[in-house]
DNA sequence: TTCCCAATTTGATCGACGTCAAAGTTCTCG
DNA sequence: CGAGAACTTTGACGTCGATCAAATTGGGAA
C-alpha cells in the first residue's frame, strides 16, 4: 500500500522534479505534486559559469532560486569597492530572500552552479497557501542566521591563523569528501574570496595556508586541492577549543 | 460595527496584554484573543537588571521571551575568554531560537529589562496552528539575519573609527529620540560592550570616541549620553558612502 | 609542447590597533 | 558628603596583518 502510494505519488511528479536533489532536503519537499506540477511549469534550469553573477546588490529580485550543485557566494560592498562575503551557499539551499524585493546583496556562483528558478510571486503565494513551505525557508533561514553568528565571532575575534583554519573547517565539513577515509576536497574559493570572506588580504591567508601546510596541519596540491589529514588538529587550530 | 468588534475584541483579551506593547509590533499581535489567554494563563513577566543572563551559552531552552523594554545582548564567547557580541535585540522583539531546544549563546540584560516568558512547547504548537505566528517569527528572523550579515560587513572590513561610527548610528536609529529636534540618547552598552560587539579592544573604542568628539560628530555627557548634531555626518563617518 | 596570463607565494616595510600602565572620572553606598 | 570601586580616558610602546613589490607557479590556448 505504502509502495502503491509512492508509485502514483512519484507518477504524479514532473520527470525533472523525479530525479531532482533538492526534492530531497531543498524547498521542493514540502511541496505536493500538484504544486510540483505548478511550479515545474514556472521553472527554468539552467547551468550558471564560476564568476558569474545571478543577483545584484541593490537590484529588485523577481525570481528566486534552488541551488541544484555548486556553492554559491553572497557578498556585500562598500561605496569604496571594499568587499565581504556574507554567506555561502551549497545544493540544496534556497536562495532568495523572502518577503522582501530588492536585494541587499550581490549572490554570485563561486564555482560552476546549476540552479532551478521561479517566479517570486508564485513562492510567495505557495507559503501562504501551504504552511509547511514557510517552515521549511523559516528554518533555512535560522540556519543561515545561526551561521553568520558563528562568523561574526571568527570575523571579531579571531587571529588570521585562526580564520583561515576556521575557514578550512567549515569548507570541510560541508563539502561531500571524495574519499571516506581522509577528509579530502577543492576549495570552491579563490584566494582572493577567502580574503574576502574572512576579512583579511589574499598575501595574509596565502602565509597561513603556508604555515598550516608547513606544520602539517593540511596538505595542498596545485592551489586548490587540499587534504586534512586529522580534522581535529584543524579544529584546534581554527579556535574551537 | 467596527467599533464594536474591536470594543468586543479587547474586552476578550487578558488585562496585561491590552496595555502591552508586545501587541504592536510582537509576536502576539498574530494570535486570537483565545489564544492570548492560553499564552497569558502561561506567563510570567518580570524585571530583569542590567548586566543578568537570561540564558547561558549550551544550556537547554525551556523558555521563550517577549522583550517589553530595554536591550539584550546576545553573545558568544570561545573557551579562552574571547568574546563576541552577535546581536542586540530590543522591543518589542521576540527572544529565543524557534526549533532549536540548546542555545548556542548567551543573552544577557543590557540595560534593566522587562521581559514576558512563555513554555517553548506552547510557542511551537501555536506555530504549527497559527501560520500568522509562523510568519511573523520568520520575518524576525530574516531581519535578525540581514542586520548580521550587516555586521559581518563591518567586522571584516571596516576601520576602528568606522566601526564606532556604524555602532552610534545603528544605536540613534533604533533608540526613540528623547526629542524630535536634536537626535540625542544614552548608550545602553558600556564602552567594554561596545568593543565585544566591534571586535575592537576597549581603549581603542575610547579613543574613537575621542575622535568623533573632537571632530565635533558627537557630543557625549557622563560618558553614557550621547548627542548627533548631524546624523549625515555620522552616517559618513560610518563608511555609508 | 611552449607561451602567456592570471593566480599565488614570498619578502620587506609600514601603520593601525592591541597591550601594558597610569591617571582621571563617575557612580555607589555608607 | 566622602571614600572606594568601577569605568573611562590617555600615553608609550609592541605586534599582527596590510601594503607595496617582485618572484614563482599553474592552467589554458595555439
Same mark, same amino acid.
Given at each position: 500500500m505504502?509502495?502503491q502510494q509512492?508509485?502514483?505519488?512519484?507518477?504524479?511528479?514532473?520527470?525533472?522534479c523525479?530525479?531532482?536533489?533538492?526534492?530531497?532536503? =531543498?524547498v521542493?519537499?514540502? $511541496?505536493t505534486?500538484?504544486? +510540483?506540477? /505548478? *511550479?515545474?511549469r514556472?521553472?527554468?534550469r539552467?547551468?550558471?559559469?564560476?564568476?558569474?553573477?545571478?543577483?545584484?546588490?541593490?537590484?529588485?529580485?523577481s525570481?528566486?532560486?534552488?541551488?541544484?550543485?555548486?556553492?554559491?557566494?553572497l557578498?556585500?560592498?562598500?561605496?569604496?569597492?571594499?568587499q565581504?562575503?556574507?554567506?555561502l551557499?551549497?545544493?540544496p539551499?534556497f536562495l532568495?530572500r523572502p518577503?522582501?524585493?530588492e536585494?541587499?546583496?550581490?549572490a554570485?556562483?563561486a564555482?560552476?552552479t546549476?540552479?532551478c528558478?521561479?517566479?517570486r510571486?508564485?513562492?510567495?503565494?505557495m507559503?501562504?497557501?501551504?504552511p =509547511?513551505?514557510?517552515?521549511? $525557508?523559516?528554518?533555512?533561514? +535560522?540556519? /543561515? *542566521?545561526?551561521?553568520?553568528?558563528?562568523w561574526?565571532?571568527t570575523?571579531g575575534?579571531?587571529?588570521a591563523?585562526?580564520?583561515?583554519?576556521?575557514f578550512?573547517y567549515?569548507?570541510?565539513?560541508?563539502?561531500?569528501?571524495?574519499h571516506?577515509?581522509q577528509?579530502?576536497?577543492?576549495?570552491?574559493?579563490s584566494?582572493?574570496d577567502?580574503?574576502?570572506f574572512?576579512?583579511?588580504?589574499?598575501e595574509t591567508v596565502?602565509?597561513?595556508m603556508?604555515?598550516?601546510?608547513?606544520?602539517?596541519?593540511?596538505?595542498?596540491?596545485?592551489?586548490?586541492?587540499?587534504?586534512?589529514?586529522?580534522?581535529?588538529?584543524?579544529s584546534?587550530?581554527a579556535?574551537?577549543?
Amino acid at each position: 500500500m505504502d509502495s502503491q502510494q509512492k508509485n502514483l505519488h512519484s507518477s504524479e511528479m514532473p520527470a525533472v522534479c523525479r530525479v531532482c536533489d533538492a526534492r530531497h532536503g =531543498g524547498v521542493c519537499a514540502t $511541496l505536493t505534486p500538484a504544486q +510540483l506540477f /505548478e *511550479l515545474n511549469r514556472h521553472s527554468t534550469r539552467r547551468k550558471v559559469d564560476a564568476g558569474n553573477e545571478l543577483i545584484g546588490q541593490g537590484e529588485s529580485v523577481s525570481h528566486y532560486s534552488n541551488i541544484l550543485s555548486g556553492v554559491i557566494k553572497l557578498s556585500k560592498m562598500m561605496a569604496d569597492g571594499r568587499q565581504q562575503i556574507v554567506g555561502l551557499q551549497f545544493a540544496p539551499d534556497f536562495l532568495g530572500r523572502p518577503h522582501l524585493c530588492e536585494s541587499t546583496m550581490t549572490a554570485e556562483a563561486a564555482t560552476e552552479t546549476e540552479i532551478c528558478s521561479f517566479p517570486r510571486s508564485l513562492i510567495e503565494r505557495m507559503a501562504n497557501e501551504t504552511p =509547511g513551505l514557510e517552515r521549511k $525557508l523559516h528554518t533555512q533561514s +535560522l540556519k /543561515e *542566521l545561526d551561521e553568520a553568528r558563528e562568523w561574526m565571532l571568527t570575523l571579531g575575534r579571531k587571529t588570521a591563523q585562526e580564520k583561515v583554519a576556521s575557514f578550512l573547517y567549515m569548507i570541510a565539513t560541508h563539502i561531500d569528501p571524495d574519499h571516506g577515509e581522509q577528509n579530502t576536497f577543492d576549495l570552491p574559493l579563490s584566494r582572493a574570496d577567502i580574503a574576502d570572506f574572512l576579512g583579511l588580504t589574499i598575501e595574509t591567508v596565502s602565509r597561513q595556508m603556508t604555515k598550516l601546510r608547513k606544520d602539517g596541519v593540511i596538505l595542498v596540491e596545485n592551489n586548490r586541492h587540499v587534504t586534512v589529514p586529522c580534522l581535529d588538529r584543524l579544529s584546534a587550530a581554527a579556535g574551537n577549543d
